[in-house]
Nanobody
Framework: QVQLVESGGGSVQAGGSLRLSCAAS????????MGWFRHAPGKEREGVAR???????NYADSVKGRFTISQDNAKKTLYLLLNNLKPEDTAMYYC????????????????WGQGTQVTVSS
């Protein structure tokens, strides 16, 4: 089992920044791949970024160049730095973990956090 707890969401104006955190605990193997997804009202859930155990990253085209995923293995914490935020980035952001690590569009996590809300105003 893997437990994931997100924090760091909030409300910002367009162009602003936020840093999301995800504290992980539990089975190390099942955290081989970690990532962030988001879900906005009326839209399908979207993979945002993922990182593998070696530090390799992969991003959705919609956030490439603006968002940065990273992890601190010692602290067992996953981060997502959101820069140059746009109103269309408004969504509930979820941390996720899984055993296998394809690209973000094919990442199918086994474990999910409860989410943290990001709201961007124009």
């Amino acid at each position: 089992q893997v437990q994931l707890v997100e924090s760091g969401g909030g409300s910002v104006q367009a162009g602003g920044s936020l840093r999301l955190s995800c504290a992980a605990s539990g089975n190390t193997y099942s955290r081989t791949c970690m990532g962030w997804f988001r879900h906005a009202p009326g839209k399908e859930r979207e993979g945002v970024a993922r990182i593998d155990s070696g530090g390799g990253t992969n991003y959705a085209d919609s956030v490439k160049g603006r968002f940065t995923i990273s992890q601190d293995n010692a602290k067992k914490t996953l981060y997502l730095l959101l820069n140059n935020l746009k109103p269309e980035d408004t969504a509930m952001y979820y941390c996720a973990a899984g055993d296998f690590c394809p690209g973000i569009y094919h990442f199918r996590p086994r474990y999910w956090g409860q989410g943290t809300q990001v709201t961007v105003s124009s």
